[in-house]
């Protein structure tokens, strides 16, 4: 499983970046490579690219951040105007290279390579099929059970019922970029879970997880790949073909993409992140405002709600000033050993460090996205009232996290979260704030103008919309039955 959010500070992380293209006249591989720098924010534990020339398939994987995995020699090597990229967080598999990504096949109908974003929740009982029908495995992620289930479909069908028939048998999370031979793929599961966006650039297209990654490649957001869709691009750039393969009464978005994981300045399910985020910060005030001398974000994720929420405050009259009063150390990376408790402790006064003439002597409101495990919190309270506040309220841009994430996120187990089994006033007695209050479900839904219903709230409430085991669901679904499958 993967290490908390930069620097081990105790945050949520985020399962993978994926991204595809199809160019005319030129080699793939550097879009690729600028694109999955725009998403580095997804994964830093692998980064990979596969390419096709049209003859033969080329590819480099390696452990590590983007710019450490490729070599100016790596990039000039994998040749062809076709090719996929990933970066990896890992929630599912092994922290090694047999997990890293984009994991390819070859097989008698040509070669295949893959890119997810998501988790499956049935993928051991496709596994235990396939390996009974003579499928070797050399990973014990869920893409390769995805690379594997297609590889067999594509023996029998053509591309799009293959890709119909192996959507058919998986459940959970998923946005795909695949590569049969040349051909690229982008696919998003039927509840549109995970994000997935269609680009346009000069000489092709792109599909990739955020609408960043097309613009660093001077590209122009095309519109999201639907829930359910399957877009297929068309050799040398031409264009592309969608398909919608699989239609839902009503898809199950990620809030938490909105709330955390998405850089600002992409643009998700129509919504720019930036604006959404200011939108909650405006809605924190409404619901649970405070008068205080300053409110300051947790950088960077608290930074547009504390501004959208000071802004809210001094329409309503407030005079709370908005300050950066949390200077973050960016060199402390989230490989940073702390082998004791002591040293553990201390991880948040290397990785942030308070402005004393904006703390001191004042009272102050700190705005986060999330209380996880309630850690960084409580020392972050700590830090501040040992620095002269005289008091810190909190407030935190998204509703108490109860339940673990199954989609790709790798939340925590319930033992861990704070707000498993403790009330926000317990909560707010354990980080020893003077008050805390969290946004409510309704604000998030508002602030995306979308019915509560059509968004994945699993880990704020404990239903979700997929089939897992011993836990509730938030509508009627059924995992698939899948043949061969041990109990």
């Known amino acids: 499983m993967s290490c908390g959010r930069d620097g081990d500070l105790g945050g949520p992380t985020e399962k993978c970046g994926v991204v595809g293209a199809s160019l005319a006249g030129r080699d793939a591989a550097r879009p690729l490579y600028y694109s999955l720098y725009a998403l580095q924010h997804r994964g830093q534990e692998s980064a990979g690219i596969v390419t096709h020339d049209g003859f033969q398939q080329h590819d480099h994987v ?36 047999s997990c890293a990504q984009p994991f390819t096949v070859s097989f008698k109908s040509g070669s295949l390579a893959l890119s997810h974003n998501g988790n499956l929740v049935n993928s051991e009982e496709i596994r235990d099929e396939l390996a009974g029908k003579g499928h070797a495995f050399t990973s014990d992620g869920d893409t390769e059970v995805i690379a594997h289930d297609l590889a067999r479909n594509l023996l029998e069908e053509d591309l799009v019922r293959a890709v119909k028939r192996t959507m058919s048998r998986i459940h959970g999370s998923y946005s795909l970029a695949i590569m049969h031979d040349e051909t690229v793929l982008g696919v998003r599961d039927p509840e549109g879970n995970r994000p997935l966006v269609i680009g346009e650039v000069e000489d092709g297209y792109v599909i990739a997880s955020e609408s960043s990654a097309i613009d660093t490649i001077d590209g122009e957001l095309v519109r999201d790949v639907r829930p359910g869709e399957l877009v297929v691009l068309r050799p040398d750039g031409a264009g592309y073909d969608t398909y919608q393969l699989v239609e839902r009464d009503r898809p199950a978005h990620c809030f938490f993409e909105h709330v955390y994981f998405a850089r600002p300045d992409s643009v998700i399910d129509d919504n720019l992140v930036y604006e959404v985020r200011r939108e909650l910060g405006r809605k924190l005030w409404e619901e649970s405002g405070i008068e205080t001398d300053v409110v300051m974000p947790v950088p960077d994720s608290g930074r547009a709600f504390a501004s959208g929420y000071a802004e809210a405050a001094q329409e309503d009259g407030s005079n709370v000033e908005f300050a950066e009063g949390l200077m973050k150390n960016r060199y402390v990376g989230r490989t940073f050993i702390m082998p004791t408790q002591d040293e553990r402790e201390r991880a948040v006064r290397l990785k942030l460090n308070p402005i004393k003439s904006t703390v001191e002597g004042r009272t102050v409101t700190i705005i986060d996205d999330s209380i996880v495990r309630g850690t960084t919190s409580t020392q972050l309270v700590r830090l501040l009232k040992d620095c002269g506040a005289e008091e810190v309220h909190m407030r935190i841009g998204a509703p108490p996290i109860v339940a673990p994430c199954y989609m790709g996120i790798n939340m925590a187990t319930r033992e861990e979260l704070i707000a498993s089994d403790k009330s926000v006033e317990e909560i707010r007695e354990a980080i020893s704030a003077d008050s805390l209050a969290y946004l409510s479900k309704e604000a998030i839904a508002d602030a995306l103008s979308v019915s509560q219903s059509d968004l994945c709230l699993g880990c704020v409430t404990g239903e979700y919309p997929y089939d897992i085991d011993d836990e509730e669901t938030d509508r009627d679904v059924t995992r698939p039955v899948i043949d061969g499958a041990s109990d």
């Open 62 to 97: 390696s452990m590590g951040l983007v710019g450490d995995a490729f070599s100016e020699a790596d990039i000039d090597g994998l040749k062809g105007s076709a090719g996929i990229g990933h970066v990896r967080y890992p929630t599912a598999g092994s922290v090694d290279k």
